[in-house]
């Protein structure tokens, strides 16, 4: 290395970095923890402390592991290594868990016994399982993505070699199915991608001698995003780095923030940020709070939120970027207003910023649909990011091709698309001898040639293919074309049994998403039929809307274009405007979180980690209804919203307000003039008021995110707003209304996942 390199990383060093990380940097013995908060440059301090460690220590580069999660996070540590090391002709390993202990396996052949083996991917796995559940004539009960799921879950927890500790949940013969799969794995020489951190976890705690060699040449070890490590990968790295409970190596060091970890889902364990302190003892904690993206309102009112979490270790983002009036909070009266609300800060935001500077997160992909159209009316571009257009989503496309064989029964292409989803046994060569057919006979419709398969002797059909056909054939033969389009898809739905098809045909969590989609699928036909209940063939008309729709999305990539995503995908981005929408009970937080404390905080963490993608203004919304399940719904507001700070926050109800007003308040606010007093008036209580009154106070739809005094009181009930209870019969829900019933009693209206249900107290239970 030369020596104007050499300079030019010590000047990064004495003047590129901010105290605590020149300190993160610097420290050369034992172990470290660092906490490095949203936006404070973690990258920077990893890529600089490597650098340090060979260039300035004397550490040679094989001497280092430093570990990440995805493979785009360790391209890019490479690339600013190679910027900060230029003349190196060897870079220290810098990847994931997964291809260092591939690495390791393929470098000590003894760790699996096998000198050659193969890898199992996703696909070749569940064929395996499949093959092992016939045996057990199990496909009855359970899928394969779930028998799949449990087994990678099991192996992620540090009980992975016990099975009497393994936990079955509601699997049949898990234990037998998990046996035979190993046994399997074992006779192929096959391994899947949770053994390759096992076994060598395995060796080194089975040999001593594979462990102490394995210290002497990697004498420091990096770990980025550790608040995503496994508990297996926890016992990894305490393997890998100690000895009888003491560090064997020369550092250890943990860059991590609990406050984003976000992906419990996929074994990633929070708590391993807080043990490190106490595993890896002693521990030199730094905190990296200096943020260099937001604005301080931002991070303020991240910090206020985040604060109510306990499973963290405390720190305070905070940014030299003064600024005011940067966060707004809108209400609106319905999910489709809202829908039109965003559309409009997209609109006239994008006058003052490049359209990809504009990000709109939400919790789950189904709520998109009503943003994406509301953007389209507006002729706004969008591109959704690790996700796919609404209409253009596999499931609503089959859904689709359904209804449109209702209105065109001569749509060859629809037909072709569903005449074997699910799947029924007709395979490619039954779809070749059908349109052969059709060809041959081109004025019959799908049902004529369908009906002339089935009976004509030459196509020779199995017994079980024409009782498919038959049975397809019934669907449209029951189908009413009068009939109201919800009505004709929920017909279709039931018939096919596409939700059992969903659950079977993927992994728990895409068929549950997979089936959120179809179900706002359902509201929007719903919807689509109340603005338009006067006309004639309104199949036909909600089938052409959608076309208009999916024409009307851009695909040019090169257009500027608003980005959508998810929460989860938004990690580790950032942009000038962040639109957070749904913010209310049952999605954020999402419904299947309020049972424990735990999944609860790790909903607060997302709405922490939506916060801090925003650099310059956060526009934050929830509705007072939507449509569930095809009935409107009132919606609580999610309780995140009264852990913001009043002071910082601007808030408006815009329920009420006309359409050209709301634009003026949003123009308004863009331009960076505090909100001012209207006559417009709106209900509304916030958390205080809700516990002690049961009566809504009239208010002027801009106001602070403070507690109003409410007009009157109820007498106090041990029941609130906001309250989460549990229904045995339709489950966890939130309290929206209380009223005083006869002998003591109170009538709790509460929404519930079936819907809004107004019930007394002594059938509920408090669940949190």
Not at 80 to 108: D, E, K, V
Not at 169 to 187: D, H, N, R, T, W
Not at 395 to 401: F, P, Q, R, T
Request: charged residues 20%; hydrophobic residues 40%; contains cysteine.
């Amino acid at each position: 290395m030369t020596t104007t390199h050499f300079q030019d990383l010590q000047q990064l060093i004495s003047t590129g970095l901010n105290d605590n990380q020149r300190t993160a940097v610097l420290h050369d013995r034992e172990a470290l923890l660092i906490i490095a908060g949203a936006g404070s440059g973690k990258t920077r301090v990893i890529t600089t402390r490597i650098a340090h460690l060979i260039a300035n220590n004397g550490v040679e580069p094989h001497q280092v592991v430093a570990l990440t999660f995805t493979n785009k996070a360790a391209g890019e540590m490479k690339e600013r290594l190679l910027q900060l090391l230029q003349g190196i002709h060897r870079l220290p390993f810098i990847g994931t868990f997964h291809s260092y202990c591939l690495q390791l396996l393929r470098s000590y052949p003894a760790l699996t016994g096998m000198p050659q083996f193969t890898i199992l991917d996703a696909d070749d796995q569940q064929d395996l399982i499949k093959k092992i559940m016939k045996q057990y004539a199990l496909a009855k009960y359970i899928t394969a993505s779930q028998i799949t799921f449990a087994i990678s879950r099991h192996k992620n927890r540090v009980a992975a070699g016990n099975l009497a500790a393994m936990e079955i949940g509601v699997i049949p013969m898990f234990k037998e199915i998990y046996l035979q799969y190993e046994a399997e794995k074992a006779s192929s020489r096959c391994l899947d991608f949770d053994d390759l951190i096992l076994k060598v976890l395995e060796g080194m705690q089975k040999n001593s001698e594979f462990q102490q060699q394995l210290q002497q040449r990697v004498r420091h070890i990096l770990v980025d995003e550790y608040q995503d490590t496994s508990d297996v990968q926890h016992q990894l790295l305490l393997a890998m780095a100690t000895q009888n409970k003491a560090l064997a190596i020369d550092s250890m060091c943990a860059v991590g923030d609990e406050d984003q970890s976000i992906y419990s889902w996929r074994g990633a364990t929070v708590a391993n940020m807080l043990k490190f302190q106490t595993d890896f003892a002693p521990v030199t904690t730094v905190k990296i709070e200096q943020n260099y993206r937001s604005v301080q309102p931002i991070l303020q009112a991240a910090n206020d939120v985040i604060a109510n979490n306990t499973m963290r270790n405390p720190k305070e983002l905070w940014s030299t970027r003064t600024a005011s009036n940067r966060i707004l909070r809108i209400t609106c009266g319905s999910g489709d207003q809202e829908a039109e609300t965003i559309a409009t800060v997209v609109q006239l935001m994008s006058t003052k910023k490049v359209m990809p500077d504009i990000a709109i997160l939400y919790r789950t992909h189904y709520q998109s649909r009503n943003i994406e159209e509301a953007l389209i009316h507006k002729a706004i571009p969008y591109k959704i990011i690790g996700g796919i257009r609404f209409y253009e989503r596999k499931e609503i496309k089959d859904l689709l091709a359904y209804l449109r064989l209702v209105v065109n029964p001569f749509d060859k292409i629809s037909l072709l698309r569903i005449v074997n989803v699910p799947a029924r046994g007709l395979g490619e060569k039954f779809e070749e001898e059908l349109l052969k057919m059709w060809q041959q006979q081109p004025f019959m419709d799908f049902k004529q040639v369908l009906t002339f398969m089935a009976a004509d002797t030459e196509t020779a059909l199995t017994p079980t293919k024409k009782r498919a056909v038959q049975s397809f054939l019934q669907l449209y033969g029951s189908i009413d074309p009068a009939d109201s389009p919800s009505m004709i898809l929920k017909q279709i739905i039931n018939h096919v049994e596409y939700t059992t098809y969903l659950n079977a045909a993927y992994d728990l969590q895409e068929a549950q998403a997979k089936q959120e989609n179809v179900q706002e699928f359902i509201q929007a036909i719903d919807i689509f039929e109340q603005k338009h209940a006067n006309i004639t063939g309104l199949l036909e008309s909600f089938l052409h809307e959608v076309s208009l729709l999916q024409e009307s999305g851009d695909k040019d990539e090169q257009t500027p274009a608003v980005l959508m995503m998810t929460l989860h995908a938004a990690k580790g981005l950032e942009f000038d405007t962040v639109i957070m929408a749904g913010l209310e009970e049952g999605l954020l937080p999402s419904q299947r979180s309020l049972n424990t404390n735990e999944d609860l905080e790790e909903e607060r963490r997302l709405m922490y980690v939506g916060m801090t993608r925003a650099k310059e203004h956060l526009v934050i919304s929830n509705a007072h209804t939507r449509y569930t399940f095809g009935q409107l719904v009132s919606q609580a507001p999610s309780r995140f919203l009264d852990e913001l700070p009043g002071k910082l926050v601007q808030t408006v109800d815009l329920e009420q307000l006309p359409r050209f007003q709301v634009r003026t308040v949003l123009e308004q606010w863009i331009s960076g003039h505090p909100l001012m007093h209207n006559s417009y008036q709106a209900p509304k209580t916030t958390m205080a008021a809700q516990k002690s009154s049961y009566t809504p106070s009239a208010y002027s739809p801009y106001s602070s995110n403070k507690a109003s005094t409410p007009t009157t009181t109820a007498p106090k009930a041990p029941w609130y707003k906001k309250q989460t209870v549990y229904h045995e019969k339709f489950g966890t829900g939130i309290v929206t209304d209380v009223e005083k019933a006869p002998d003591q009693d109170f009538y709790v209206t509460a929404i519930f996942k079936v819907g809004q249900k107004k019930i007394l107290s002594k059938f509920l239970t408090k669940s949190a």
